[in-house]
């Protein structure tokens, strides 16, 4: 009796979900100017966009995203990732965002690039930027994010997911000096969850990864991870990575290379910093009253004793932040190092606040090395760019750089270095998408590894899969709040049960998984709807995912 009440109650759920709008569509639009803009406005919630490689989609206008879509290139056909760029209008204007997202959105194998066709002097000033909705879901893979002014991907929405695996973020800063060009920026609502992975930034005008609000409350991130990820050359004088509120973080197995490229001039700005150290109360963290917490004031943030670091995370003292952050190497090349100490008002910056260290899990003396690496083919060194750095921003004359197009680097550093084999499992430090047969390896081993380092998520957590619809593979996500039997298992709409995707015991944390469409005897299963269905101990979470040919 109680085994066919739990199948009744099961295929009336598999009912109730497949009563919701299943009919989702694949849209092709041509490169016409303007016909990707378009296409994705009108598309509706689920819908497909497929770009063709080799191809370059211009927009007069920024594009509004609505609906929960995925947008991916079509993997039938070959060349360079499709190109989604702007071109000037026929008045000579231009807009300043390139996308703006209101519901959650999958991109896959996407060339964001920010330069303007038809004008020399100007870029877009932000990639793709997610405003108001709560719980969006973010998913970024294999994308490209080049040449963008100001915040290259900017979080402004209330318990947003953010993951973002195997990209590369390039070029990025504003021309009329190092004062902007960050590549993630999260403004006053924390993501509930910061997941950064296999990712590659290269020369980027401010910060890699900045947490601060223009003004008002500032939300925490709930948890955060940077693994297996190589920044090389933050043209700033800020911190490389600036956390405002933080309650988890893992940050491991990275390669740091150049944070902070002018050094810092905490000690030249004497209208900015009269030597009183302005560090709000724990109690007063959250005021409104500006004067009790002067950490929101613009700027006021660098003048403490300790100066400018490249990990800043502030008000930890009094928010319990959990950092664990151990394999990695961070280090500034020596002929940096000697130009900073050319100028006697710059210093080399310190690598993180003592707020910082101390929050760290373990023995922050293991959190990196400070091996000097050999890259195949990396960015310049930018050495000669000290000279031109003339004071604070709005001192400062024009910041050039060499453009480095994504596809124009290797970031390999080989066999010989201690850091090839430094990482967790014996692999490479850094974005492993440089060392393709390791990163095969690193996958295979990732999947049957329980990392007890892993960020310890607070509840249980089904997300949907992505991208949806799929073909052939999609990802699932998912969290356990504790060390419990777990199993993942794919139903298809009458309830029977066609792959077991997980089955075995699991400690607390954040897991991925992937299918491939098949059943359990490695046979293809035909398209259409399935569900998915997580179990940890007690608790259960059901969603549904839509195959499709």
């Known amino acids: 009796m109680l085994r066919t009440f ?314 319990g932040t959990k950092i664990t952050m151990h394999h990695n190497n961070c280090y500034m090349d020596q002929a940096i190092i000697d130009k900073i100490a050319e100028n006697d008002t710059l210093s080399v910056q310190k690598w993180w606040c003592s707020q910082f260290r101390n929050s760290i899990q373990g023995d922050s003396t293991d959190a990196f090395t400070l091996e000097q690496l050999n890259f195949v083919n990396a960015p310049d060194l930018l050495v000669d760019i000290v000279d031109d750095y003339f004071g604070y921003w709005d001192q400062n004359q024009y910041l050039y750089m060499d453009r480095t197009a994504p596809d124009s680097v290797d970031l390999s550093y080989g066999s010989t270095a201690a850091a090839y084999t430094a990482a967790q499992g014996g692999f490479p430090l850094g974005d492993l998408n440089w060392y393709p047969d390791k990163k095969a390896e690193w996958e295979g081993w990732i999947t049957g590894v329980n990392n007890d380092q892993a960020v310890q998520p607070v509840q249980f957590d089904l997300s949907q899969n992505f991208p949806n619809p799929f073909n052939p593979v999609t990802t699932i996500d998912y969290n356990i709040s504790k060390t419990t039997h777990v199993s993942l298992d794919v139903y298809n709409t009458i309830g029977q049960k066609v792959r077991s995707l997980v089955n075995a015991t699991q400690i607390g944390g954040s897991y991925q998984m992937t299918w491939n469409g098949q059943d359990d005897t490695g046979a293809q299963l035909p398209s259409g709807i399935y569900f998915y269905r997580l179990q940890a101990g007690n608790e259960t979470m059901m969603k549904k995912m839509t195959m499709v040919k």
């Open 6 to 319: 739990r199948v009744t109650v099961f295929s009336f759920l598999v009912i109730l979900l497949c009563l919701t709008n299943i009919y989702a569509d694949e849209i092709r639009p041509s490169d016409e100017i303007g016909a990707i803009r378009t296409a994705i406005m009108d598309a509706k919630d689920g819908d497909v966009i497929i770009l063709e490689r080799g191809k370059v989609y211009y927009t007069q206008a920024t594009i509004d995203i609505n609906t929960s879509i995925t947008i991916k290139a079509d993997e039938n056909t070959t060349g360079r990732k499709p190109i989604i760029a702007f071109l000037v209008k026929e008045d000579g204007s231009i807009d300043e965002e390139m996308i703006f997202v209101r519901a959650s959105l999958s991109c896959s194998n996407i060339h964001f690039h920010g330069g303007i066709s038809g004008s020399i002097e100007e870029n877009i000033n932000r990639a793709v930027v997610f405003v108001d909705t709560p719980n969006m879901r973010a998913v970024f893979d294999k994308c490209w994010f080049e040449d963008f002014d100001a915040r290259t991907v900017q979080l402004e929405a209330p318990d947003i997911r953010f993951f973002a695996t195997n990209c590369i973020w390039c070029d990025d800063h504003k021309a009329g000096g190092p004062s902007e060009g960050r590549s993630l920026d999260l403004r006053q609502y924390g993501p509930d969850t910061l997941s950064i992975k296999n990712c590659s930034f290269l020369n980027i005008g401010d910060r890699w990864v900045r947490h601060l609000p223009s003004s008002g409350r500032l939300d925490p991130i709930n948890y955060a991870v940077i693994d297996h990820c190589t920044f090389i050359n933050g043209v700033n004088y800020r911190p490389g990575f600036d956390f405002g509120h933080l309650e988890n973080l893992q940050y491991t197995n990275n390669i740091v290379n150049n944070p902070g490229i002018l050094g810092t001039d905490f000690m030249r700005r004497p209208g900015k910093n009269d030597g009183a150290l302005l560090l709000a109360d724990p109690e007063n963290y959250y005021s409104s009253d500006k004067s009790l917490a002067p950490h929101r004031l613009r700027e006021v943030f660098y003048d403490r004793t300790e100066g400018i670091v490249v990990f800043a995370c502030h008000g930890v003292d009094s928010m």
